[in-house]
């Protein structure tokens, strides 16, 4: 059985980190904390969320786009694909759906 590797960390370099803060803060509805000059902590970053549409509605309005809307993969997992102010690809996943590898 081989381990499998746990996520620890996610760095995604901005170049306007004020900006990056406010769009995640308003697209996930919570808002981290400023844990240095060039570092922005969400505690409870997940992409996975509880109200994908809500999520949804809110990342234009925070000032991503929306690169497709909700679809469902094969595997069940609800989820769209959007674009943080800076261009970065991003995808929120509703969380009822999380695709983990393993069929229930």
Same mark, same amino acid.
């Not at 059985?1 to 980190?17: A, D, E």
């Not at 900006?19 to 240095?36: C, K, N, P, T, W």
């Not at 969380?95 to 069929?103: A, D, K, L, P």
């Given at each position: $059985?081989?381990?499998? &590797?746990?996520?620890?960390?996610? @760095?995604?370099?901005? &170049?306007? @980190?004020v900006?990056?803060?406010? !769009?995640? #803060?308003?697209? *996930? +509805? /919570?808002?981290?904390?400023?844990?240095?000059p +060039?570092r922005?902590? !969400?505690?409870? *970053?997940?992409f996975?969320?509880?109200?994908?549409e =809500?999520?949804?509605?809110r990342?234009?309005? =925070?000032? +991503?786009? @929306?690169?497709?809307? @909700?679809?469902? $993969?094969? +595997? #069940?997992?609800? *989820?769209f694909?959007?674009?943080?102010p800076f261009?970065?690809? /991003?995808? !929120?996943?509703?969380?009822?759906?999380?695709?983990? #590898?393993?069929?229930?």
């Open positions: $059985m081989q381990n499998t &590797p746990t996520l620890f960390r996610v @760095i995604l370099p901005v &170049p306007n @980190i900006q990056a803060a406010a !769009f995640y #803060g308003d697209a *996930l +509805g /919570i808002h981290g904390e400023r844990v240095s +060039g922005h902590s !969400f505690q409870y *970053l997940y996975a969320v509880s109200n994908l =809500a999520t949804r509605a990342v234009p309005t =925070a000032g +991503g786009t @929306i690169d497709a809307d @909700i679809e469902t $993969m094969p +595997g #069940g997992e609800r *989820l694909y959007a674009r943080d261009g970065s690809r /991003i995808s !929120f996943v509703d969380e009822r759906t999380c695709f983990t #590898g393993r069929q229930a």
